[in-house]
């Protein structure tokens, strides 16, 4: 008899390929769609049998049957349609593939399988030209597949390798380079090829291997990114995965991907397997120098957390006037049976949107803001603001009240939040004569979202900018990032660009209430303020510093 047991491949540990498990499968469950569908085609060939025995001389009356009982619309039928449609052979055949279909989503397998084998499965299971659904035939099959996961991950890349454009010099033929083009990603229409972004989404999923992020993004997620950058981002990169990639969309049908170069080694080390004399040892090697202009910045999420981000749908309230319902933007809940069941993992998708702003209350996701925006920015760079790297405390409300307070606005003030984070500050301040400044682009589109004026750019960068071009600001509020000396730098980088008689109020490390005023200046500080700060036990105070007229 032959055996029922499924290989649970380890994926091969080295540096270029990555480390995990490949997903078990449950013999009992393929043993269960086996009985099912022989019960099926127990019943179609009864059915088919009765239809013969019903039909045989019978059939010319069909028509009448049709025509009096149906919609005249729907009453083209004649006997041999219905002859047709009873027979065995084509049941049999659909009834087959969808059970390949089922059984083949009771595994992992689609989900490491490159653009080309899934394009030929899928065609087999729309034409119904699967393999009979035979014991011996479903566990050799799905055994044999299994077993390829590994040689999937090689085919995968060599699939992505071959869909490069050949009409465009940027396309190396001996390896993965740093800009490649891949062409036909989109119609004259501008509609996407899914087909083609399917070569783009076996990139991402390649690369979270090697990011030990999981198996990869959903090829929904590829597809909208791809349709955002050709709709609204036209010529334009947009940055994916941590800075692993980042694609480019023109309205000609090409897709311009730069893959960042600790990433298209390894690419080409996977490719090397498959073919180890077409790849130059210099394109499979490390790099011993760091990209100057290619920076991984963030530790990007897993894909388990974002691939269920994805599937959230927009709430529902109740318009108060009309007694109806009416779509809620400014929350988000999980699709019916979408809550994962494992708590750490739920727990982790509840940490992510909670540091988006989102209040977590009975299965919902309620915001301050319409979140649209920021959460299409987390699901393209696939991270967050690296709370260490950017120093991002959010102001409590109480302080941030406080610091308004000092900051004394008037109509006529032109106001500055820089390093400004969600805005904590800047929702106190008057939205038309405010604007804020902010490196991270996902707090950007949180910022957008409120309605704030934003630069997205390094303060210290635009400071200098700004003064240059002569323009200051009568109100800076701010509370800067403090490791290695940054809270001096961006109150030095403000203190350039505050108009003189203008004020700068800021949450500063306790340390800055013994500082001197510069000649020209007036400091008045705070109390040390302990613990006003989640997550760490630094005492502050709230720092006025005014310019003199002069």
């Known amino acids: 008899m032959l055996g029922t047991s499924f290989p649970v491949a380890k994926i091969a540990s080295s540096e270029a390929i990555g480390h995990g498990y490949f997903a078990p499968v449950e013999p009992n469950a393929i043993e269960a769609l086996l009985d099912e569908c022989a019960q099926q085609s127990t019943h179609i060939e009864r059915t088919a049998l009765l239809a013969n025995t019903l039909l045989g ?12 009982n ?100 940027t396309n190396s033929p001996m390896g993965f380079g740093a800009r490649m083009i891949l062409a036909r990603m989109f119609s004259e229409y501008g509609h996407l090829a899914y087909e083609r972004a399917g070569y783009i989404n076996d990139l991402r999923c390649v690369i979270a291997r090697l990011q030990g992020r999981g198996n990869g993004p959903s090829h929904g997620s590829t597809d909208d990114i791809l349709r955002t950058a050709l709709r609204e981002h036209r010529g334009e990169w947009l940055t994916l995965d941590g800075g692993a990639l980042r694609v480019r969309a023109y309205q000609v049908g090409t897709v311009h991907v730069e893959i960042h170069p600790d990433i298209a080694w390894k690419l080409n080390a ?29 530790r990007p999420l897993p894909f388990d957390v974002l691939n269920i981000i994805q599937t959230l749908g927009v709430g529902m309230k109740l318009n108060p006037v009309t007694q109806r319902g009416e779509r809620d933007s400014f929350c988000r809940i999980f699709g019916y049976q979408a809550m994962p069941e494992d708590k750490a993992l739920l727990n982790a998708v509840v940490d992510v949107m909670q540091s988006l702003g989102a209040v977590y209350i009975r299965q919902k996701f309620v915001f301050d803001y319409d979140p649209e925006q920021a959460l299409r920015e987390l699901l393209r760079s696939g991270c967050l603001p690296d709370q260490k790297s950017h120093q991002f405390y959010p102001t409590p409300a109480a302080l941030a009240e406080q610091v308004i307070e000092h900051a004394g606005i008037e109509s006529h003030h032109r106001c500055l939040e820089p390093s400004a984070g969600q805005g904590n500050l800047a929702v106190l301040m008057p939205k038309d004569q405010t ?100 997550g760490t036990s630094i005492s502050v105070v709230i720092l006025v510093a005014e310019r003199s007229t002069s």
């Open 57 to 68: 001389e019978n059939a010319s009356t069909l028509r009448y049957f049709a025509d009096g």
């Open 270 to 298: 996977i490719l090397a397997t498959l073919h180890p004399n077409a790849i130059p040892a210099r394109f499979r090697t490390k790099p011993e120098k760091k990209p100057k202009d290619f920076v991984l910045m963030d």
């Open 435 to 534: 604007v804020c400044c902010e490196v991270s682009a996902m707090h950007a589109e949180i910022l957008r979202s409120k309605g704030l004026d934003v630069v997205q750019q390094d303060f210290l960068q635009w400071a200098d900018q700004c003064a240059a071009a002569g323009r200051f600001f009568d109100r800076i509020i701010m509370n800067p990032p403090y490791s290695q000396g940054r809270a001096q730098l961006h109150l030095d980088a403000a203190r350039k660009i505050l108009a003189p008689g203008g004020r700068i109020v800021a949450v500063l490390p306790s340390g800055f209430g013994n500082r001197e005023a510069p000649s020209g200046w007036n400091y008045h500080c705070s109390q040390a303020i302990e613990g006003a700060f989640q």
């Open 70 to 169: 149906l919609d005249k619309n729907n009453a083209r039928l004649d006997s041999a349609l219905f002859t047709k449609l009873f027979e065995r052979e084509g049941a049999i055949a659909s009834l087959h593939a969808d059970y390949w279909q089922r059984a083949i989503a009771l595994t992992d397998v689609l989900d490491h399988m490159p653009q080309n084998r899934r394009n030929s499965w899928a065609e087999l299971i729309r034409s119904n030209t699967t393999p009979a659904f035979e014991r011996e035939t479903v566990f050799s099959t799905l055994r044999e597949l299994l077993w390829s996961r590994e040689k999937f991950l090689a085919e995968r890349v060599e699939g992505i390798f071959n869909a490069l454009s050949p009409k465009h010099l």
